[in-house]
């Protein structure tokens, strides 16, 4: 196969050596590669090609013409350096039709390597001079001799290049180093395993990787790593997973018969199917004597605060109490306000418990979150605060959990073992990448909308057309309705983007002077921002003009229009957060997408919001879109959080990876037998910092 080791002669380079101890680097270039995050010598293994070059066609050296970029094969039958200006050295080669001088200027290094008899492949420009084929600087591969075994390389690697490093120099630094950094790579799981799912060893990987000689080394070595960098992952995440289940104890909840029946009794209506069968899920969960960790993810409006509610009446039911976090204190009032109309006719006492909570009222909060007399605290990162001490808490809902830090989720878990937890999330993903970011939690979906609600027509236009936009939403408010205009600054700003100030002053004195404009940003008092989005709410402000503070956690049915300013300004989830401010009431409601160009073509966001209404479909194009990001832990330096996130969407992958790593933490829950050593070594290396924090989410 191509890219089988070969033993050398030259010493190792120790992983973990500086990477301008390589062959070839230095002090100059070293800090060249340092820019580019290669900070040892092993990093030079993950710093990949991120493209690969196929080799010209063979053409004979008696039908080359002047001008054309070709490739020639032959042996090379005699070479000279000519030191006066322009300095250069010469090589002549031979095939069985001619003869072609190969000059290179200023690469007296060139000696070194061509020298007669060897053969190689010249690719680069061809020109005449007095009659006989030349070619300035051409690539050089060395080819196998005649009659040998050896396999010509037909695809060569491309590196990610900076203005100090050319991916030809560094082609030419990783075919010196790699060879002696091979050897000292080594295997994690048994070769069985690896035959079983189609793999091979990871030192060919990465050999292929680098040198792969054709297209299917390249896909056989990057499926092999990929796999590799997934059984990391789930087996840090599983062993964290197994530690809360085997080793951390929770109370039982009731979740039997007659407390169902009492939930229920506080809802006006149904439950869809959906929120149903995710319900069976936490009753299962509820009753088990360790803790739950379950992600609930849904589309927005499609209900998942009614499963949380069902959770924590469950925790209530058994004289504990339960908390809900929050990202934001728009969000934590919202959700105090939707609680509360469930809870009217109970005994359940709630409270809001934000850094706006002061004085006499944050003392009597606390007061009775410590005494257990308030069951039900609603708030947000405030709670995780020292001074807030439950007396008994025994469920706890993070909603919108990727907008909480991983260090913030731990510290809830950490003070109150035992807990269970619940987080929810409206920006849904693929099946595949939920093992990769949740792989430690129990994921349930959400996937139908309560009945009635509207599809939200979803328009994109561009700027030019804004005079016709806002008649519109003049419409709509003479007919009763109201509205929502985003916008990206809240003041005037470099970038030369509309503000949140500007747009409400200019609507104000224009086009809805005899209406009642609001303005919102994150900028205000806590009070004042309150007091505005209780106006709106109750109907005494028409069109409220706001930045993304609204993302979430706003819920005015009769608000039918929504309007982005700079749309393709924004990311897709949060564009599709945003409209589902509207299309909560019986009336048909629109999101209009305002966005600058030169052409009424959208950009690819906008189109595919106008093309999608689910979050499922919205969160598969963006993936597509923007990538992967860091999906676990802290990013370790020279390398990404994940070397082929791409490959997280492969359905054989990361299953696979998963399968095997559950079976290693069953056999081996800590990892501590010999045959598990290397993979111990590298979880310590990789995660040591990250893995205890590796919890919700």
């Not at 290669?38 to 293994?45: F, I, K, N, Q, R």
């Not at 190689?120 to 005649?146: C, E, S, W, Y």
């Not at 690896?194 to 896909?219: D, F, M, N, T």
């Not at 257990?372 to 995780?384: K, P």
Request: hydrophobic letters at 45%.
């Amino acid at each position: 196969m191509a890219g089988e080791s070969s033993e050398v002669a030259e010493p190792l380079l120790p992983l973990d050596s500086p990477v301008q101890f390589a062959l070839g680097v230095g002090p100059k270039r070293a800090e060249a590669f340092r820019a580019m995050g290669v900070e040892t010598c092993g990093d030079l293994l993950h710093f990949f090609p991120r493209d690969y070059a196929q080799s010209q066609g063979q053409v004979p050296v008696q039908q080359l013409q002047s001008d054309q970029l070709a490739s020639i094969e032959g042996e090379i039958i005699q070479t000279r350096a000519i030191r006066r200006r322009p300095a250069r050295f010469e090589a002549l080669l031979e095939d069985p039709s001619g003869r072609c001088v190969l000059t290179w200027f200023n690469q007296m290094f060139m000696a070194e390597k061509l020298v007669p008899g060897v053969r190689v492949r010249a690719t680069g420009k061809v020109k005449f001079f007095n009659a006989r084929a030349q070619m300035l600087q051409p690539r050089i591969d060395f080819l196998a001799a005649p009659g040998s075994k050896g396999e010509t390389p037909d695809l060569k690697p491309i590196y990610p290049a900076s203005a100090d490093l050319s991916s030809r120099v560094i082609a030419l630094i990783m075919e010196k180093n790699i060879p002696l950094l091979l050897p000292q790579i080594r295997e994690w799981i048994a070769p069985e395993n690896l035959s079983a799912c189609r793999l091979i060893s990871r030192r060919q990987a990465y050999e292929l990787i680098h040198r792969p000689g054709a297209w299917k080394y390249v896909q056989r070595a990057r499926h092999t790593l990929a796999f590799h960098e997934f059984l990391l992952h789930q087996l840090a995440v599983g062993m964290k997973r197994h530690h809360q289940q085997q080793l951390q104890n929770a109370h039982p909840l009731r979740t039997d018969d007659m407390v169902d029946k009492r939930i229920r009794a506080l809802l006006p209506f149904s439950l869809t199917a959906a929120q149903e069968r995710v319900i069976v899920q936490l009753r299962h969960d509820l009753a088990a004597r360790h803790p739950m960790n379950r992600l609930v993810q849904g589309d927005v409006g499609s209900g998942k605060t009614v499963v949380a509610l069902y959770a924590m009446l469950s925790a209530v039911a058994a004289g504990a109490q339960a908390a809900l976090l929050a990202p934001t204190e728009v969000l934590a009032q919202q959700h105090l306000l939707s609680l509360e109309r469930f809870l009217g006719n109970s005994r359940v006492k709630t409270t809001l418990f934000t850094a706006a909570v002061a004085g006499a009222s944050r003392k009597k909060a606390l007061a009775g979150i410590q005494d257990g007399s308030i069951s039900l605290v609603i708030g947000t990162h405030a709670i995780l605060s020292d001074t807030v001490q439950f007396k008994n808490l025994a469920m706890l809902v993070v909603d919108e959990q990727h907008k909480f830090g991983v260090q913030q989720r731990a510290v809830m878990r950490g003070r109150y073992t035992g807990v269970h937890t619940l987080v929810m999330t409206a920006t849904p993903i693929p099946r595949t990448l939920a093992m990769a970011v949740f792989g430690d939690l129990d994921v349930s979906t959400i996937d139908e909308l309560p009945p009635g609600r509207q599809p939200i027509a979803t328009r994109a236009v561009t700027s030019a057309r804004r005079a016709e936009v806002y008649a519109y939403l003049l419409k709509q408010v003479q007919s009763g309705r109201q509205g929502y205009v985003v916008v990206p600054a809240i003041d005037e700003n470099a970038a030369e983007l509309l503000s949140a100030t500007r747009v409400f002053n200019d609507l104000r004195d224009g086009v809805m002077k005899s209406h009642r404009i609001g303005l919102l940003h994150g900028r205000m008092e806590v009070l004042e921002r309150r007091e505005i989005m209780e106006q709106f709410r109750a109907g005494r402000i028409d069109v409220l003009v706001a930045t993304t503070i609204i993302e979430v956690g706003v819920d005015v049915p009769n608000a039918t229009i929504m309007i982005i300013e700079h749309a393709e300004r924004f990311g897709l989830a949060q564009l599709h957060q945003l409209r589902g401010r509207v299309g909560r009431g019986i009336h048909q409601s629109a999101c209009i997408l305002l966005f600058d160009n030169q052409t009424p073509d959208p950009p690819p966001r906008l189109a595919a919001m106008i093309k999608y209404s689910s979050g499922f479909d919205i969160a598969q194009e963006d993936l597509k879109i923007r990538g992967m990001g860091e999906i676990v832990g802290e990013r370790q330096s020279g390398r990404p959080d994940l070397l082929f996130p791409d490959l997280l969407l492969d359905p054989f992958l990361l299953p696979a990876a998963r399968q095997q790593a559950l079976a290693i933490i069953q056999a081996d829950p800590h990892i501590l037998a010999p045959q598990h050593a290397e993979l111990r070594r590298e979880l310590a290396a990789r995660f040591q910092a990250s893995l205890p924090l590796a919890d919700v989410g």
